[in-house]
């Protein structure tokens, strides 16, 4: 009766003013929810890693930040530069180095957009293949010990990066063996990158959660910050790995990779850290004329001057040869009239060049594979083979009885320190056969490639400021007629074949593998992008 007996305009301030003090009410309720709710996730049992060596991981799952917690570096530029170099171009790389200067001065995130706008912006997604063939192998090099050991030790694993999924997925998945991972997709049109990423974080945090909802296994978090993400909501535990703990991390060994890396493709053959980079792009120029200028000395000297001149220019070429393939190196065989038989390991296309230029004397070598314009310029004469058992067979022994032949049973190169499996058909052909173990050094770039052009392979290595090459000749080993060096009388060819391999895998430390050329480029042409070792056929 008092509030109708009031004036219109009074009553209405009143009305008001309830409503508003009505909604500040429900406004600070919802506001201390949330700040204790934002609070609550962000200081969430956050603890050193340290700490977590002595907690029980094996029946829990590991949701953990790629670049964070694994990975040693704190940087990626190397991995955007292996993409806009290996899948695009010299000049995109190029455009990609320019722009450092303004990626260390804008925010992290506006960072990754631009290196993904200039590495991927028309790259076609059929045909990328980098993240499969060449990034594992850098990206295995930069885990941490400590850090791999951790994540080992749990039940399932869940990586998050803030990669684009596909530079980050195999090498994860592939050679980590991690369950799950979850990197930032690319924006696709026409079946071209358009150089853009997914903007939606809810479509990330929604898929995580759709694991974590199907597994019952408490989660434990691993992150390099003192801070809230959307996936440690989710999780019972939250450790932090500090930059001062990854600095202190050593590299993974080898041996310790959970998967072998054998095949890797790409060109570069170091990492491309920003400084590295510099001095590969100043040195590119010279380079092109060093390589040129030793190509044209190879081709015109006589090999008394051909050695020396090479070695001024940085070609290093190391020679052991076994005394008793000295001794009659030069003879031929007077009953069967035929030549020696070379078998070597294959490292690159250059292998029977650098074998003639050791023993000063001109071979015949027989390839796979090789590019017209290789047996143009080849001062030595090559011939292909067909892969017809019978004919090749026939075409090497009228090759033997004219001289000394150089083969490659591998038949495809390898990068590794492994052997591929010999091919047995070389084991049938002589009673004479020289076993070769090759070897390669290169700190600039690899003079093998699965998927470029071949008739480069020969001018990337040269473009090498040292490179260098050893040649071991081996104690010579008969055929399977009467092949007394292994033991057996009866020695089948593939007898011949594993014993050549062995002998020079022992020699070079090398691990002897069932892979075949087939295997190589099935993985590098990111289809399995994993191969298993084994000993023996």
């Known amino acids: 009766m008092v509030f109708k007996a009031l004036p219109y305009s009074l009553r209405l301030v009143l009305f008001v003013s309830r409503l508003v003090l009505k909604l500040h009410q429900n406004n600070t309720t919802t506001l201390k929810r949330t700040l204790s709710n934002s609070h609550a996730s962000k200081f969430k049992s ?13 029946l829990k799952t590991l949701i953990f930040d790629v670049e964070g917690t694994l990975l040693r570096s704190s940087s990626v530029f190397p991995y955007f530069m292996l993409v806009a170099f290996e899948a695009g171009s010299l000049i995109r790389a190029f455009v990609l180095f320019s722009l ?51 994540l080992r030790r749990g039940r399932k694993k869940v990586g998050v990066s803030k990669l ?22 690319l924006v696709v049109c026409g079946g071209y990158y358009v150089g853009l990423m997914n903007e939606n974080k809810n479509i990330l945090k929604r898929r995580i959660n759709d694991v974590l909802e199907k597994d019952e296994d408490a989660t434990v978090c691993f992150s390099n910050k003192w801070i809230k993400h959307d996936w440690i909501m989710c999780s019972k535990e939250v450790y932090v790995v500090t930059n001062g703990e990854k600095i202190a991390w050593q590299s993974l060994p080898r041996e310790q990779y959970p998967k072998a890396l ?11 850290e920003p400084l590295h980079t510099l001095v590969m792009f100043m040195w590119f120029p010279f380079a092109l004329v060093l390589a040129i200028s030793r190509v044209i000395i190879a081709l015109s000297l006589p090999y008394g001057a051909l050695i020396p001149i090479l070695e001024f220019t940085g070609l290093q070429l190391r020679l052991t040869n076994h005394k008793s393939v000295q001794k009659s190196g030069s003879d031929h065989d007077h009953k069967q009239h035929k030549g ?45 083979l067909t892969r017809n058992r019978d004919q ?19 038949g495809t190169t390898c990068r590794e320190p492994y052997l591929l499996r010999f091919s047995p058909l070389f084991a049938e052909l002589s009673d004479r056969i020289v076993p070769v173990a090759l070897d390669t050094h290169v700190s600039m770039f690899y003079g093998t490639t699965a998927g470029g052009l071949k008739c480069l392979d020969p001018f990337y290595f040269m473009m090498n400021p040292s490179p260098i090459y050893r040649v071991q000749l081996l104690e010579q080993v008969r055929g399977v007629s009467s092949n007394s060096r292994c033991g057996d ?49």
């Open 46 to 58: 956050q603890t050193p890693v340290s700490l977590a060596q002595d907690s029980d991981l094996s």
């Open 100 to 150: 450092y200067p303004l990626l260390c001065l804008v925010k992290e995130d506006v960072s990754l957009k631009i290196m993904v706008m200039v590495c991927f912006f028309g790259i076609k997604k059929e045909n990328f293949r980098v993240g499969s063939s060449v990034l594992p192998k850098f990206f295995l090099e930069d885990v941490g010990m400590e850090g791999s050991d951790m």
């Open 164 to 185: 684009p999924q596909v530079m980050v997925e195999c090498f994860l998945k592939d050679y980590l063996e991690i369950d799950y991972v979850f990197g930032r997709d």
């Open 262 to 272: 054998i095949f890797h493709d790409g060109r570069l053959a170091f990492r491309p």
């Open 340 to 384: 020696l038989l070379y078998v070597c390991n294959h490292r690159t296309l250059l292998d029977p060049l650098y074998l003639s230029f050791g023993l000063k004397k001109p071979f015949a070598a027989v390839t796979y594979s090789l590019s017209r314009m290789s047996e143009i310029l080849s001062p030595i004469k090559t011939v292909r």
């Open 392 to 410: 090749d067979a026939k075409m090497m022994d009228k090759m033997l009885k004219q001289g000394d032949l150089v083969v490659c049973p591998e």
């Open 489 to 537: 009388a009866n020695s089948t060819r593939f007898d011949v074949a594993n014993y050549v391999q062995t002998e020079i895998g022992k020699t070079l430390e090398f691990e002897c593998t069932s892979l075949t050329r087939k295997d190589k480029y099935l993985a590098l042409a990111g289809n399995e992008g994993l191969v298993s070792t084994s000993k023996k056929r």
